[in-house]
């Protein structure tokens, strides 16, 4: 049988080592000419299989590709576009199979979060009844940690670990000028549904440092958390509050909520640490600070986890080995093996289970009182922000590539999403 070629795509948001990932696919599937003969990356995700703009990674030299292990975001570029189902939007599986056709693609690597895996679970689905069977493999990358089954998405780890760290530094910054200055330092950081980002930040409890944590999963009392606050600066001088964006009401509406909505159809967060921190200064008094972590928690490839690159790598392999031996529909999982030393392997998930499925943080990994987490959420977290893997660096600044990004010949007409 004559050798397909590939289409790898990045969606939703990017992270520190997604790159990584697309370099294990890249790099494999250069071992396999034979069976792949060449991976066409999709410009912008999805919308590039769609419109026909695909990039020819042949074109790219090994260094090149090798570079994008240590290079932060999404090199070919990412989207946030998911398809409906069959029945409600026929047209664009119908241009998918067209452009797989037209150019030959038999795989179909995409890495992104819940919303690809669907992606991916329906083209694998409904290749085969469109007349061109294609093999769908998901690739797992979010720094919500919210896949099932595998035990941690690659890029959590470096969003760990980045949210540790600069909770720590922030935190001593306040309590040297607490005496006469600011009492609480509030940190917003990402997480719609699951509170996996926000108990990085309780790690820093184990330095000294007082931290009160946000989590989506326990409902926000108002009273209860200012009086938690009161009394950690009534005891320390100072208070740290790491909230999660996705921290919400009793009734459910979310503390940074903005009243719009994304492509996917989520509402938009963004506000919860001004709105935390100026409910603090009302009840209190308290002179304050606040930050938004931002696209900076994952793009910051700088304080990467050397363990999340390797399984983002790792895994980006496994999902071209698992093509090549004609699996379909599945996605590479991390397993853990051990906590100390830490140790794992990859296993294997069928996406009818990960499609559509969010894993939150288990109760029994946050305190009693809801504002922290517990010792074995802290031995859950602690192998996943081990390890520096440092981008090399250049007159001061890290090194990273950007590709050339050359265009395939387009075949097949223009296409309107």
Not at 22 to 37: D, F, K, L, M
Not at 275 to 295: E, L, P, Q, R, S
Not at 349 to 366: G, H
Request: glycine share 8%.
């Amino acid at each position: 049988m004559s050798a397909k070629n590939a289409f790898y795509a990045q969606s939703g948001g990017v992270t520190a080592v997604i790159n990584a990932s697309a370099c294990g696919v890249i790099e494999t599937a250069r071992q396999h000419p034979e069976q792949i003969a060449n991976v066409y990356a999709g410009r912008h995700g999805i919308i590039g299989a769609l419109i026909e703009d695909l990039i020819d990674t042949s074109q790219e030299s090994a260094e090149a590709i090798a570079a994008l292990r240590y290079t932060p975001s999404g090199a070919f570029g990412s989207c946030r576009y998911k398809l409906k189902s069959l029945e409600a939007n026929r047209r664009e599986y119908e241009r998918l199979i067209e452009v797989f056709k037209a150019h030959n693609i038999g795989y179909f690597f995409y890495n992104g979060g819940g919303d690809s895996a669907d992606t991916c679970y329906k083209v694998s689905q409904l290749s085969e009844s469109l007349g061109y069977p294609v093999q769908a493999i998901h690739v797992p990358k979010t720094v919500d940690n919210d896949l099932p089954i595998t035990d941690n998405c690659p890029g959590f780890g470096s969003v760990a670990k980045y949210i540790a760290t600069s909770a720590l530094e922030a935190s001593y910054d306040v309590r040297s000028m607490a005496k006469t200055s600011t009492k609480v330092f509030v940190l917003e950081v990402m997480g719609r549904h699951a509170g996996w980002i926000a108990a990085a930040g309780g790690l820093i409890e184990d330095h000294a440092i007082p931290v009160l944590i946000l989590f989506p999963e326990i409902e926000f009392d108002t009273e209860r958390f200012l009086a938690a606050v009161k009394a950690k600066v009534e005891q320390h001088g100072y208070c740290t509050v790491v909230v999660s964006e996705g921290a919400k009401y009793p009734d459910g509406r979310f503390l940074a909520e903005q009243g719009t909505r994304d492509a996917f159809g989520h509402a938009q967060l963004g506000g919860a640490a001004p709105v935390v921190a100026n409910m603090i200064k009302d009840a209190t008094g308290y002179k304050f600070h606040w930050a938004v972590a931002d696209y900076l928690q994952r793009a910051a490839r700088h304080l990467a986890s050397k363990a999340d690159v390797e399984q983002a790598y790792a895994t980006g392999r496994a999902a071209v080995e698992f093509a090549l031996a004609g699996h379909n529909a599945v996605m590479p999982t991390i397993k853990r093996l051990s906590d100390a030393p830490y140790a794992w392997e990859i296993g294997e998930a069928p996406l009818s289970a990960v499609a559509n499925v969010e894993k939150f943080m288990p109760r029994d990994f946050i305190t009693e009182d809801g504002f922290g987490i517990t010792a074995a959420c802290k031995q859950y977290l602690l192998p996943l922000i081990q390890g520096e893997d440092y981008p090399p660096f250049e007159h001061g600044l890290p090194s990273y590539v950007t590709l050339k990004n050359a265009p395939v010949a387009r075949k097949l007409g223009d296409f309107a999403l």
